[in-house]
């Protein structure tokens, strides 16, 4: 086959090219920290890319969902303790006032005491976690509980739960509404009977039917502290297996998309060589022609 300066010169121009084209991609490569950085030099990659960004950023609202419920099962596990605490301390009164040894002074502090016990018992009620009443179902922008205009206590919520997803098909009630935390009004009502028989030192009533009231009560938080516990544990169960998730799957991302920064430096020094062996190599090649001298 004849060889023509004219096929030497496509055919330098054309490695040059080649050569010159690997190069930028591995610049490119280098600058992005990224195997590919449009979707026509990997298909393939793009796709799978996509789907695990996709996996990502639903894993990402999961968690953030899971960390809501969180927070509301805390705010409301620790009202419930603390409602707890304070019936249990009320029960101590009734029994100790009940006996009929405290002098007149002694049963108006402990009846003092009670009142301010109520008191709490009904903020605890009004509980808000993020500006939001955790006890009024879905009524959560006002107080559930508040006294009627003849003084009676209400409760102003509804029975509604609030449902947080918290993964595929997973979702979790991450709320108590007032009827299931205080039965309605009826702790309140026990409460107000137990206080109202201290101040009139009425201890019939204080070792009776309100007492049984009371203890109805703290057995109606210990069930609701169970139940609030048991749906922490799911969440938080569900909130260790999402950032476990969310490490495998941006390590898969890394993977696919991200370079080895030593790996590809070491193949732009190679390829930068090649590149000048081959300019080097084009320089010696298209050297002048007896053409070139003739006049």
């Known amino acids: 086959m004849r060889v023509t300066h004219r096929m030497m010169a496509e055919s330098v ?3 040059l090219r080649l050569n010159l084209y690997r190069l930028d991609r591995l610049s490119n490569q280098l600058a992005s920290g990224k195997v590919f950085t449009k979707p026509s030099q990997n298909p393939v990659g793009v796709s799978r890319s996509m789907l695990y960004k996709t996996a990502l950023n639903r894993n990402e609202q999961y968690r953030l969902n899971t960390n809501e419920a969180r927070g509301w099962l805390s705010t409301t596990h620790d009202a419930l303790m603390k409602g707890l605490e304070v019936l249990q301390r009320l029960r101590e009164l009734s029994v100790a006032a009940a006996n009929g040894t405290y002098s007149d002074t002694e049963r108006s502090s402990i009846a003092s005491e009670a009142v301010q016990l109520k008191e709490h018992l009904l903020a605890l009620a009004n509980t808000q976690h993020n500006e939001l009443y955790i006890f009024g179902g879905h009524r959560t922008l006002e107080p559930p509980y508040a006294y009627n205009e003849e ?10 739960h609030r449902v947080q997803e918290v993964g595929t098909f997973q979702q979790v009630v991450m709320n108590l509404n007032g009827q299931e935390a205080f ?10 009977q137990i206080c109202q028989a201290l101040l009139e030192d009425d201890s019939e009533t204080l070792s009776g039917e309100v007492l049984e009231k009371i203890d109805r009560g703290i057995d109606l938080f210990l069930q609701r502290l169970a139940d609030v516990g048991a749906r922490q544990l799911r969440v938080e169960t569900m909130y260790d297996t999402l950032f476990e998730q969310s490490i495998y799957l941006k390590q898969m991302l890394s993977e696919l998309e991200d370079i080895d920064y030593a790996e590809t430096i ?8 090649a590149y000048r062996a081959a300019l080097a190599t084009a320089a010696r090649m298209m050297q002048p022609s007896l053409v070139d001298y003739l006049s």
């Open 183 to 192: 039965g309605g009004v009826e702790v309140f009502e026990a409460v107000e």
């Open 266 to 273: 070491t193949e732009f020094q190679m390829q930068e060589n």
């Open 13 to 15: 121009s054309q490695n």
């Open 151 to 160: 003084g009676q206590l209400e409760y102003r919520g509804d029975l509604g």
